[in-house]
């Protein structure tokens, strides 16, 4: 299916990204959490958007949301697209991926099936928790550097129905 997509026309990267978090992610939730992961494979550039990308990103976080992206910048030097795309992917805790050219895309997706297959869920609650809709930052370290560890830079609180 990859090998049958055409690029053209204007890009509304945010637009997509905070629409389908907005519409479909945060919106279906069901008894049972579920794991939530969103692969992007575009250039990165956007020139068409609504919202910014930090609005994006924010929604990919209220929707806890996992960002992968596959960047389709064939050439060696790293552009303004593939520093977006790897933000996203950074601060919604996935990963960003760079084929050298379109016959190897797949194996970025063999790599975040990888990826999502050897996640663990850590769960804890803060002793001076609040219900206030803020967003709290993430700091997660692991003692042994054998080990990568990619986390979300951060969630938001629910908030109280009263608020």
Same mark, same amino acid.
């Given at each position: 299916?990859? %090998?049958?997509?055409?690029? /053209? /026309?204007? !890009?509304?990267?945010?637009?997509?990204?905070?629409?389908?978090?907005?519409?479909?992610?945060?919106?279906?939730?069901? @008894?049972?959490?579920?794991? $939530?992961?969103?692969?992007?494979?575009?250039?990165?550039?956007?020139?068409?958007?609504?919202?910014?990308?930090?609005?994006?990103? $924010?929604?990919?976080?209220?929707?806890? *949301?996992?960002?992968?992206?596959?960047? !389709? %910048?064939? *050439? &060696?030097?790293? /552009? $303004?697209?593939?520093? *977006?795309? !790897? @933000?996203?992917?950074?601060?919604?805790?996935?990963?960003?991926?760079? &084929?050298?050219?379109?016959?190897?895309?797949?194996?970025?997706?063999?790599? +975040?099936?990888?990826?999502?297959? #050897?996640?663990?869920?850590? +769960?804890? !609650?803060?002793?001076? =928790?609040?219900?206030?809709?803020? =967003?709290?930052? +993430?700091?997660?370290?692991?003692?042994?550097?054998?080990?990568?560890?990619? *986390?979300?830079?951060?969630?938001?609180?629910? $908030?109280?129905? #009263?608020?």
């Amino acid at each position: 299916g990859v %090998n049958r997509l055409h690029p /053209g /026309g204007g !890009t509304a990267l945010y637009d997509a990204v905070y629409t389908a978090c907005r519409d479909k992610l945060l919106s279906e939730r069901g @008894q049972e959490p579920v794991r $939530k992961a969103m692969v992007l494979i575009s250039d990165g550039n956007d020139n068409v958007s609504h919202v910014y990308q930090d609005e994006a990103i $924010k929604e990919c976080q209220r929707a806890e *949301t996992i960002i992968y992206a596959i960047s !389709t %910048n064939w *050439t &060696p030097s790293r /552009g $303004k697209g593939d520093e *977006t795309l !790897t @933000q996203m992917a950074e601060e919604t805790g996935g990963q960003v991926f760079f &084929p050298p050219s379109v016959e190897e895309m797949s194996n970025s997706f063999h790599d +975040i099936e990888e990826a999502l297959r #050897s996640q663990y869920a850590l +769960i804890y !609650t803060p002793a001076d =928790f609040k219900e206030d809709g803020a =967003f709290r930052p +993430i700091y997660l370290y692991c003692y042994d550097r054998s080990y990568i560890v990619r *986390t979300r830079k951060g969630y938001f609180a629910p $908030k109280s129905p #009263s608020r």
